[in-house]
Nanobody
Framework: QVQLVESGGGWVQPGGSLKLSCAAS????????MGWYRQRPGKQREMVAAITSRGTLNYAAFVEGRFTISRHNAKNTVYLQMNSLKTEDTAVYYC??????????????????WGQGTQVTVSS
């Protein structure tokens, strides 16, 4: 059906950069939104950035202009460019794709799809 595969994680020093990729396969044309979530040790999963099928962008406050989400529609791929990384950004980053009833992004998603996650470690 639908599969999301993340790549690009790794280790960087504070202030460094990483670019994450999420390749979607299957019935991808029905996605209303895609995004990146992260889960830090001992914390709940939280949204990092999202992009709708129309190109509308949304970022968490902690991003502070450091990250950019983008997409390549023809390749069914979304990216997260992360710059000026901090130790607090250390987490497993997950790709998410969601559909909503009627294509209206309100309330709870009708379907949620998740990738396996990719580890990002920021340390000196």
């Amino acid at each position: 059906q639908v599969q999301l595969v993340e790549s690009g994680g790794g280790w960087v020093q504070p202030g460094g950069s990483l670019k994450l990729s999420c390749a979607a396969s299957g019935n991808t044309f029905s996605f209303d939104a895609m995004g990146w979530y992260r889960q830090r040790p001992g914390k709940q999963r939280e949204m990092v950035a999202a992009i709708t099928s129309r190109g509308t962008l949304n970022y968490a406050a902690f991003v502070e202009g450091r990250f950019t989400i983008s997409r390549h529609n023809a390749k069914n791929t979304v990216y997260l460019q992360m710059n000026s990384l901090k130790t607090e950004d250390t987490a497993v980053y997950y790709c998410n794709a969601a559909t909503y009833r009627g294509g209206v992004i309100v309330g709870t998603a009708e379907y949620d799809y998740w990738g396996q996650g990719t580890q990002v470690t920021v340390s000196s």
